[in-house]
């Protein structure tokens, strides 16, 4: 037992006899720590992204909120009724009066 963590240790199993598929597969665990480091970056990556893009759409609803507001406002009656009293129209004092047509 204490031999072999020896050789281990002093790197013996990288230059015997059946060194090659020691390499391969050191290699491949190499490989496999790569695709890892880089799958990790990917998603973080689109981490940050998803936080952006949650950011901007609050923004968006927050404006959407504001216009719509702005936008209810301007309909009110009484608005109306100053915008068009400085142009100087002014609302009707009779009401309005229904036409039926009845054909014969």
């Known amino acids: 037992m204490k031999k072999n963590f020896y050789n281990i240790v002093k790197g013996k199993f990288l230059v015997s006899d059946d060194a090659l598929k020691n390499w391969r ?60 009293e400085q142009r100087g129209l002014t609302p009707s004092v009779t009401p309005p009066q229904k036409i039926i047509i009845t054909t014969e």
Request: aromatic letters at 6%; hydrophobic letters at 50%.
């Open 25 to 84: 597969f050191i290699i491949f665990l190499s490989f496999l720590a790569l695709v890892m480091i880089g799958s990790s970056h990917s998603a973080d990556k689109k981490v940050h992204k998803i936080a952006d893009l949650s950011n901007d759409v609050k923004e968006l609803k927050s404006e959407y909120v504001d216009v719509r507001m702005q936008l209810m406002q301007s309909k009110m009656e009484s608005k109306i009724i100053s915008a068009m």
